[in-house]
């Protein structure tokens, strides 16, 4: 068996696990109604997560997504208010705009040889502090191509409603799937995380992909904001404080190394889709308080970090063993 791919089997066994704890608790989170609602209750985040998923992938790290999601909500809500531009216009120069955004983050990140958080830092408070100006409060959306995407859906088996921004969340992580796994830009992403040597005698050119990374998180970020402006109808730029905590721990809980050089797409999904079960599960309690989410997370994600430790040195030795 591949050890690699043994967190990503264990989140696997654990997001079954916990869907079969809560099913015999209460049978009708089976529904196709609560699986419908925790898909587009977290498809922002799935969104999101894909682009934090190549980030980790290449070794590097992205702390400014929250804040262009709540930069991009207010972006988009200013915008709609103040001028007679289509939401599909500001949607296009909204994602052109966070796409730059990451880019250059990944050009300071290359060029200056500076550290990854150090540049993704300033990068949220700046994005931040640009959703600040546009406005402080919260800015309704109403615009009748707004109500049309909240209404569209696909009707399952069972009456769960599927709505258009959880759709668009599995086809974005579809998509990240053959970006990382079937791709030449797949491979440089993941040759760049297993160190500088490895990418160089695969001949990736670094600074290339490193922009491309960042400029893809940005985009993801980006089209996150479209997505959580839709699912909330309004823009607000105290929005998705801490989100860039959450979207890394989808990674990691979905089993990707947080070093770098391993990991798989699909997992991040499972990792997203694990914290919305929790999420659910105390909802149908009733009587957890909602900080339970959080501490299970911690949880969850500290023994992920042991798992991916212990697989680390089992690797080692292994690799020690052959070489003697």
């Not at 707004?146 to 974005?172: C, E, F, H, S, T």
Request: glycine share 12%.
């Amino acid at each position: 068996m591949n050890t690699r791919a043994l967190p990503l089997y264990a989140t696997i066994v654990i997001f079954l696990l916990a869907y079969a704890i809560c099913w015999l608790q209460f049978p009708a989170i089976l529904s196709t109604r609560v699986i419908a609602n925790l898909l587009t209750d977290n498809a922002y985040l799935g969104i999101v997560a894909v682009g934090m998923t190549l980030v980790i992938l290449s070794g590097g790290i992205d702390l400014s997504v929250g804040s262009v999601i709540a930069f991009s909500g207010v972006f988009i809500a200013v915008l709609l208010r103040d001028s007679s531009l289509h939401p599909l216009v500001v949607f296009a120069m909204l994602l052109a705009l966070t796409t730059a955004f990451g880019a250059a983050m990944g050009f300071l990140i290359h060029r200056l040889a500076m550290p990854a958080f150090i540049v993704t830092l300033a990068g949220m408070f700046l994005a931040r502090g640009a959703a600040y100006m546009l406005s402080i409060d919260s800015v309704p959306i109403t615009h009748p191509f707004y109500d049309m995407i909240q209404n569209a859906y696909w009707l399952m088996p069972g009456k769960g409603r599927l709505r258009l921004i959880g759709v668009l969340m599995l086809l974005i992580v579809l998509a990240g799937m053959i970006i990382a796994h079937k791709t030449r830009f797949g491979a440089s992403v993941y040759a760049l995380g297993g160190g500088e040597a490895t990418a160089r005698l695969m001949g990736v050119r670094q600074g290339r992909t490193t922009i491309l990374v960042y400029a893809f998180s940005g985009c993801m970020a980006g089209l996150s904001g479209i997505v959580f402006s839709i699912y909330t109808g309004s823009g607000y730029s105290l929005a998705t404080v801490g989100t860039e905590l959450t979207a890394i721990a989808a990674v990691v809980i979905g089993g990707t190394l947080l070093t770098g050089g391993a990991g798989y797409m699909f997992g991040t999904l499972i990792g997203v889709l694990t914290m919305g079960l929790i999420q659910t599960y105390i909802v149908f309690d009733g009587t957890l308080s909602s900080w339970w989410t959080k501490i299970v997370i911690g949880v969850l994600l500290l023994v992920f970090i042991l798992l991916q430790k212990g697989l680390l040195k089992l690797s080692q030795s292994r690799l020690a063993g052959g070489v003697s």
